[in-house]
Nanobody, 116 residues
Framework: QVQLVESGGGLVQAGGSLRLSCVAS????????MGWYRQAPGKQRELVAS????????YADSVKGRFTISRDNAKNTVVHLQMNSLKPEDTAVYYC?????????WGQGTQVTVSS
């Protein structure tokens, strides 16, 4: 059974940090490109950061220099999103995504709230 399970969300003050984690199981996710998306109320879901199976990374302009995505394929694939210097506009539900050819999977989401 394929599962993407996120953790690490919460409430933090502006300028603070959070680290999100996503554990992917039930498939060979080391072959998958992994990403973090977010969706704020009333807005479309947007890509925050992604990392390919080979480790190449990509970031939304709004988070460059503040967020870092990483992955560990040692056992299950685990993807982290280190978020520093958080801003109120980073408030959203953050979703983990795994994609490979026509296959794509989503986690259930974790809430991140940044207070001003």
């Amino acid at each position: 059974q394929v599962q993407l399970v996120e953790s690490g969300g919460g409430l933090v003050q502006a300028g603070g940090s959070l680290r999100l984690s996503c554990v992917a199981s039930g498939n060979i996710f080391s072959f998958y490109d992994m990403g973090w998306y977010r969706q704020a109320p009333g807005k479309q879901r947007e890509l925050v950061a992604s990392i390919t199976s080979r480790g190449s990374t990509n970031y939304a302009d709004s988070v460059k220099g503040r967020f870092t995505i990483s992955r560990d394929n040692a056992k299950n694939t685990v993807v982290h999103l280190q978020m520093n210097s958080l801003k109120p506009e980073d408030t959203a539900v953050y979703y983990c995504n795994a994609a490979y050819t026509r296959y794509t999977y989503w986690g259930q989401g974790t809430q991140v709230t940044v207070s001003s």
